[in-house]
């Protein structure tokens, strides 16, 4: 499975944008993708995911009721629409697709592929 992100940018806070996992290798819909985070000076961190057992969503309590993962089977793209976001929302995100198990969703070493990242500054 290869992984491309896209759709990082400069906003201001309270605004909005949407990022775009490119996929491919055929398989990817039998993955859990999930979006992670990492800003400068700090670890990698779970964002969201969506999980391939039971097509649910899971969020990091920091993102809940603001972002929201989608998965696009006609495109072969993993969307991450963001929302009201906050300068603590500044950081580089990456798309990852694995199978981890559920109680594990938010651990990014579960994960065998990734993006590139792409990078979100949020301006106060």
């Known amino acids: 499975v290869q992984l491309q992100a896209s759709g990082g940018g400069l906003v201001q806070a309270g605004g909005s944008l949407r990022l775009s996992c490119a996929t491919s290798?055929?398989?990817?819909?039998?993955?859990?993708v999930a979006w992670f985070r990492q800003a400068p000076g700090k670890e990698r961190e779970f964002v969201t995911a969506?999980?391939?057992?039971?097509?649910?969503?899971y969020y990091d309590d920091s993102v809940k009721g603001r972002f929201t993962i989608s998965r696009d089977k006609a495109k072969n793209t993993v969307n991450l629409q963001m929302n009201s976001l906050k300068p603590e929302d500044t950081a580089v995100y990456y798309c990852?697709?694995?199978?981890?198990?559920?109680?594990?969703?938010?651990?990014?070493?579960?994960?065998?592929?990734w993006g590139q990242g792409t990078e979100v500054t949020v301006s106060s």
């Open positions: 969506s999980a391939v057992q039971n097509m649910r969503t």
């Open positions: 290798g055929g398989t990817w819909n039998t993955y859990s």
């Open positions: 990852a697709a694995g199978r981890p198990i559920i109680s594990a969703i938010s651990n990014s070493l579960l994960y065998g592929f």
